[in-house]
C-alpha cells in the first residue's frame, strides 16, 4: 500500500507563518526575559552599579514669573 502526500500551497504558508511566528516569539522571550537569563548564566560577572548624576544645586528654571 502506497500512500501519497500532498501538500497544498496554503500548508506550505501555514508551516513558514508557525516557523516566523517561533522566531519571533523566541526574540520577544529574549528581549524580555534576556537581561535575567544573562545574569544566571554569568554569575561570576557582577554588574557594577550606574554613577549617580550630581545633585542640582538649585532651581534656576527660567519658566517662572518674577515674584
Do not use: C, Q
Not at 16 to 35: C, E, P, S
Amino acid at each position: 500500500m502506497r500512500i501519497f502526500a500532498y501538500l497544498d500551497p496554503g500548508s506550505a504558508s501555514a508551516v513558514l507563518a508557525a516557523i516566523l511566528a517561533g522566531v519571533a516569539g523566541i526574540g520577544a522571550a529574549l528581549r524580555t526575559f534576556g537581561h535575567n537569563v544573562k545574569s544566571k548564566v554569568m554569575f561570576w560577572k557582577k554588574d557594577e552599579p550606574a554613577p549617580e548624576a550630581p545633585a542640582a544645586a538649585a532651581d534656576t528654571s527660567e519658566d517662572k514669573p518674577a515674584e
